[in-house]
RNA sequence: GGCCCCAUCGUUCAGCGGUUAGGACUCCAGGUUUUCAUCCUGGCAACACGGGUUCGAUUCCCGUUGGGGUCACCA
């Protein structure tokens, strides 16, 4: 049975590589059949307090990265941590010395072995580290506390890890943690080091790039698809040419060996672009949810929001691309008001019609649809001498949905009288 | 600096000895549309460099360059 974990520790806001770790973790344990399981590595009692471990929990829950056991407290392990330096200590793979500095008297080292190390990464291949280059290193602390080496391979060992998936970062620990399993007498678990991700300059993506954080994301309206979706494809890809796909479909094509070991920079505007993808494909009223969090009562408008659906990127664009609908002091685009309304013949136009409008008795789409065919036609004009005059009148806009069921939704009142208005200030 | 990792279009992901080096995002052009978005078609654009190995290297090996990681009583 193949046991994963994501081993955070809680500091108040989730860093995107990190998610990105959890990812890959959950995929692999999914797509084998296997467990994921989380740990809470909540050492640091500074920052990690009950709030930003609700953080936490609330991203993974977000992005659907469901734990098959409960969390394990690192906290709640420190004798057991400390008990198996005793022993390391007894069997004479650690020993004390006061390394003077900082600290008060003596803390435990480990002691690494003597032989050359190598190892087999499932992502990297074969990593290999000289004796020479590796160095004995602080278990236990002089003040009694064990060191993040040491409670990270025990928590490893306590929980079944089979598969540490986790940044390359940590590549150099990994010779050590190796030392450590060994030492203890356990197994030694497979070991896949994923690439970091980078900023545009290459760097690792920090908070001063800004969207650094899973939190960032959601508030800006990202959904939680997009963002699993995009950061599983950082690094991994299913081997074809797929890119928008199910969680199901990643899960069963998701494979260590076919992820990629150089690192990876976020694209935001491909973000957006998928992000606009899994809008298009959402059910209408689960968009229309969405569209009434940004203005309120619109979610309402089933048929407002279906017109919004197939051109938002981002929930955000929905307030300002809905606005006319809403607020009769709409702005006029000057630009737009300048190149189509202020023509010869234009107002005459509007005014006619407004007329055609006022004799109909049903406003539906349909109806007003062809009564602007059918007044194009009679007036031997072209569409482009109708529709832009109009839809600049209702919305003070150039573009926008289809101009019919725009028409059809503001109602016949408001389209009269917001042509009338409009006749009135340029005319 | 020592040790380690990485290197295909601007970005991302394919390619795993023989390809017109492919897809996606972005951008550009055209089509559809009253407009915009969607959608469709087409286009621009890459194997960092130098040596090998080989009949043949983007692909394998070595080096150079460049980038990154790591060298804590942080995690």
Redesign the pocket.
């Known amino acids: 049975m193949i046991r994963t974990r994501f081993?955070?520790?809680p500091t108040g806001s989730v860093h995107i590589g990190n998610m990105r770790a959890a990812i890959f973790n959950w995929l692999y344990a999914r797509h084998t059949g296997g467990e994921f399981l989380l740990r809470v590595?909540?050492?640091?009692r500074e920052r990690s307090t009950r709030e930003a471990i609700d953080t936490l929990l609330k991203a993974m829950d977000w992005l659907g990265l469901s734990a098959d056991e409960k969390p394990l407290y690192?906290s709640t392990r420190m004798e057991a941590h400390l008990a198996a330096a005793e022993e390391l200590l007894a069997s004479g793979h650690a020993y004390k010395?006061?390394?003077?500095?900082?600290?008060?008297?003596?803390?435990v080292l480990f002691k690494m072995p003597e032989k050359d190390m190598v190892f087999e990464?499932e992502?990297?291949?074969?990593?290999?580290?000289?004796a020479?280059?590796?160095?004995d290193?602080?278990i236990?602390?002089?003040?009694g506390?064990?060191?993040?080496?040491l409670?990270?391979v025990l928590d490893d060992i306590e929980q079944g890890i089979t598969h540490v998936i986790r940044?390359?970062?940590?590549?150099?620990?990994t010779y050590?943690h190796i030392a450590l399993y060994k030492a203890l007498g356990a197994a030694v678990p497979k070991f896949a080091?994923l690439?970091?991700i980078?900023n545009?300059?290459?760097?690792?993506y920090s908070k001063r790039d800004g969207d650094a954080f899973v939190g960032d994301f959601k508030e800006k309206g990202f959904l939680d698809e997009t963002l699993f979706n995009y950061l599983a494809?950082?690094?991994?890809?299913?081997?074809?040419?797929?890119?928008?796909m199910t969680r199901d479909e990643m899960i069963a094509a998701f494979d260590l060996s076919?992820?990629?070991?150089?690192?990876?920079?976020?694209?935001l505007?491909?973000?957006?672009?998928?992000n606009?993808?899994y809008i298009?494909a959402m059910k209408p009223e689960a968009f229309a949810e969405i569209a009434e969090g940004e203005v309120s009562d619109l979610g309402k408008n089933l048929a407002l929001c279906g017109l919004l659906q197939?051109?938002?990127?981002l929930p955000s664009e929905i307030g300002p691309a809905a606005d006319f609908f809403f607020n009769d002091d709409y702005e006029y685009n000057a630009k737009a008001v300048k190149k189509k309304l202020l023509k010869d013949g234009v107002f005459q136009t509007l005014e006619k019609i407004a007329e055609r409008f006022q004799t109909l008795g049903n406003f539906d789409e349909p109806t007003v649809d062809k009564a602007?065919?059918d007044f194009v036609e009679e007036n031997g004009v072209?569409?482009?001498a109708?529709?832009?005059p109009?839809?600049i009148a209702v919305s003070g806009?150039?573009?926008?949905?289809?101009?019919?069921?725009?028409l059809a939704i503001l109602g016949k009142e408001k389209v009269l009288s917001r042509i009338a208005k409009t006749i009135q200030k340029f005319g």
């Open positions: 081993a955070p520790s590595e909540d050492t640091d690192q010395e006061d390394k003077g500095g900082l600290g008060q008297g003596d803390c990464d992502i990297k291949g074969k990593l290999k580290k000289k020479a280059d590796t160095q290193f602080v236990v602390r002089s003040d506390t064990p060191v993040f080496h409670a990270n940044g390359d970062d940590h590549i150099e620990n050590r080091h690439p970091m980078i545009a300059q290459g760097k690792p494809l950082l690094g991994w890809s299913p081997g074809d040419d797929r890119e928008v076919s992820c990629k070991s150089s690192p990876a920079q976020v694209d505007r491909k973000l957006q672009w998928m606009g993808e298009r197939s051109r938002v990127k602007l065919h072209g569409f482009g109708v529709m832009p109009v839809r806009q150039q573009s926008g949905p289809d101009l019919a069921p725009v």
